[in-house]
DNA sequence: TCTAATGCATAGCAATGCTAGGTATGTTAA
DNA sequence: TTAACATACCTAGCATTGCTATGCATTAGA
């Protein structure tokens, strides 16, 4: 089970590479990133649906209305320019955190 | 400046992997985090503090008062054997979202 | 026609992060 | 000498926030 900080810091930059690819909605990203992790990240809608909000009001995506071929409703979301500027920046600092944790990880006997 | 939240999910790992060095106190651990970092990440003490109290609560870590030769007193911290084993479940943790985001990444036009 | 899957939304409050403030000692420079 | 800085640890308290729990609506399948 990850850790809710873990799922907390990893919710936009996975929301901004996934919509990096194209438009999608929120029903569809909770199934996408379940798979893209054999499972093992599971968003809540009650957590990713208000989350889309806020980065909305951010102005890192914006949201459309759509009919579906099923006739059905989505509200389709597509990355803003400022969203794929912040896409960059948080690849960087991920790659920070991460890059600091391999130096240590690498000394540490029987981990991988 | 990284997010609090990129902060939050990286301290238990970083914390447990640097002690699995060997022992080490507080005001270390937070000048041993800017240097591996780069001085990107640099904790306060209002944060690690009661979180290292925490961990040991938890039993992740076992702490000692001990006199250093400069005549100070520091409270030293060593990796407790569930620390050990927490360790390795951080690890896995981390990787499995990092495998998730590499796999977008990859497909981002620029980002490198 | 009943259930499951799809799809979006938010009120409300329990949980918590960390700012801001405090104490104390060693060292260096003026 | 002594001021200023670096080292070293601690926590009260509350503003902020995460997300559980719940609700609504439509379509598909059994």
Redesign the interface.
């Known amino acids: 089970m ?2 809710k ?2 799922i ?3 919710t ?3 929301v901004l ?2 919509l ?2 194209g438009e999608s909605y929120g029903y569809e990203l909770i199934q996408r ?1 379940k798979d ?3 499972g ?2 599971e968003w809540s809608e009650g957590m990713l649906y208000p989350f889309l909000h806020w980065m909305e009001d951010e102005g890192l995506i914006e949201s459309e209305w759509k009919e579906s071929d099923s006739g059905r409703r989505r509200k389709y979301y597509r990355l803003s320019t400022q969203g794929t500027r912040t ?2 920046t948080e ?1 960087e ?2 790659l ?6 391999t ?3 690498k ?2 006997p029987h ?1 991988t």
Request: proline letters at 3%; charged letters at 15%.
């Open positions: 990850i850790s900080e873990l907390a810091a990893s936009k930059p996975l590479a996934i990096s690819e990133v893209l992790s054999g093992n990240i896409l960059k690849y600092h991920w920070t955190v991460h890059n600091a944790l130096k240590l990880w000394t540490v981990l």
